[in-house]
């Protein structure tokens, strides 16, 4: 069952990038664990997909001793209290949308001597109840963060509002990628625009055709999670 949904999806992120205007290198999948347990999980690194996302702190702890092969991106708000569990265990942290987060990522990195490798949230549709920095302030929060040694800010990450119809999707999509672009060209010191993370299950597709080279995935790989 994963294996043939992994297969399925593999070939559809070839075509959509094949579609895509933008080729800006690989596209990576990451894998969206949450809620499923880690033996199943175990079904998908076995077919070597070993990058793993996951949104809360206390989930990632529990799986992670039980999948030493597996590499973890942080994907949901972190608290700044927890940051300290995953500073060392975390090869990635997306979800930077503050700057007292980033600080205490500062100090837990230079305290462990790491550099951190992070990505910005952006609130990309505006929604209230969604964190992540606004497009317009987006600028200004790199420019902030680009002063902290220890942290190395990798790309942009948005999670998409839902909408029934794929051309919203698109148009959400459209206005990151521009965003992405427009950061690019400012060539801020100690910013990297490596990454742009957007698009899920339902609406990859469309992200990669729009400049998306991170997607994440979890009910198209691991079935419905309700
Ligand atoms: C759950 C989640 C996903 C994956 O969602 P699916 O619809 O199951 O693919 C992606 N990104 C974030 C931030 C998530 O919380």
Same mark, same amino acid.
């Given at each position: ?90 090869? &990635?942290?997306? =979800?930077? /949308?503050?700057?007292?987060?980033? +600080? @205490? ?9 790491? %550099? ?81 993370? &957007?698009?899920? =299950?339902? /609406?990859?597709?469309?992200?990669? +055709? @729009? ?9 198209? %790989? ?5």
């Amino acid at each position: 069952m994963i294996k043939e949904n992994i297969e399925k999806i593999t070939a559809e992120i070839e075509a959509a990038y094949a579609r895509s205007p933008y080729q800006q290198g690989k596209i990576t999948m990451l894998a969206v664990t949450k809620t499923v347990p880690a033996e199943r999980i175990k079904e998908l690194t076995e077919l070597g997909f070993c990058l793993l996302g996951e949104n809360r702190v206390q989930e990632m702890l529990e799986k992670y001793e039980a999948l030493p092969e597996a590499s973890w991106h942080i994907i949901g708000h972190l608290q700044t209290n927890k940051v300290k569990y995953i500073i060392e265990k975390a090869a &990635m942290i997306e =979800s930077v /949308d503050s700057i007292a987060l980033a +600080e @205490e990522i500062e100090k837990q990195a230079a305290k462990h001597d790491i %550099i951190m490798p992070v990505m910005v949230q952006v609130n990309i549709d505006d929604d209230e109840n969604k964190f992540g920095i606004d497009a317009e302030n987006c600028a200004s929060f790199l420019k902030e963060l680009s002063r902290l040694p220890h942290l190395r800010v990798q790309g942009l990450m948005t999670i998409g509002c839902i909408y029934d119809d794929p051309l919203k999707a698109r148009s959400t999509f459209r206005k990151m990628k521009a965003l992405f672009d427009e950061i690019l060209t400012l060539h801020i010191e100690n910013i990297e625009m490596k990454y742009l993370s &957007m698009g899920m =299950s339902h /609406d990859y597709e469309i992200a990669i +055709e @729009e400049g998306a080279n991170i997607v994440r995935i979890g009910s198209a %790989i691991f079935g419905s999670r309700s």
